[in-house]
């Protein structure tokens, strides 16, 4: 099945921190928007069952960041969108956590396709299960104290995805039936 569609959202593009300076968000055509991370003040394990709750799945196959705590965790969003999640111990107490949305890893595009860095979806999360939440900037090593306005970001897939497993089965069947025929012509 084929499926080209875009998926929209919001990220801070100005934050207010604490010593009353503003910092606006860094972009770049090849990366995007940089990398924001909630940081929480929460039991793993009570952190995992939020996630689990949520329907989130453990990743089987990711590359890994340093510290990072088990498995990834990736939620199906509309097709063919996922949420992807990463849980890193920051010590003290503290997890950070590393969220982007991406082509689903049910697409050949998945290898490839332009991926973002989301921060309100987990913070809306966070909300519903009153956890409380602070955003870090790890290039300036600060805090949010408050978000002034927001970037518009628009995922497209620019060219219609391919689900990879159904393309398994026609291959083997192909072949299959190839194979039966030279057999049967030797």
Do not use: C
Request: aromatic share 14%; hydrophobic share 40%; glycine share 4%.
């Amino acid at each position: 099945m084929f499926y080209q569609m875009e998926y929209l959202t919001k990220y801070p593009k100005t934050m207010y921190l604490p010593n009353g300076l503003v910092e606006k968000i860094q972009t770049d055509t090849k990366n995007g928007v940089e990398q924001l991370t909630l940081i929480v003040k929460k039991n793993i394990d009570d952190l995992l069952k939020i996630f689990v709750n949520e329907g989130f799945t453990k990743v089987k196959f990711e590359h890994k960041k340093p510290f990072q705590i088990g498995n990834g965790l990736s939620l199906k969003l509309n097709k063919p969108w996922e949420l992807h999640v990463r849980l890193v111990d920051m010590k003290k107490g503290l997890i950070a956590i590393y969220a982007e949305v991406e082509v689903s890893r049910d697409y050949l595009q998945h290898l490839f396709s332009q991926r973002t860095p989301v921060i309100y979806e987990i913070a809306n999360l966070m909300k519903k299960y009153e956890v409380d939440y602070k955003i870090w900037n790890n290039r300036i090593r600060k805090y949010a104290h408050k978000i002034l306005d927001n970037y518009k970001i628009k995922l497209d897939t620019q060219i219609p995805v391919f689900a990879w497993k159904p393309m398994i089965f026609v291959i083997s069947t192909v072949g299959i039936i190839y194979l039966w025929k030279y057999i049967h012509t030797v």
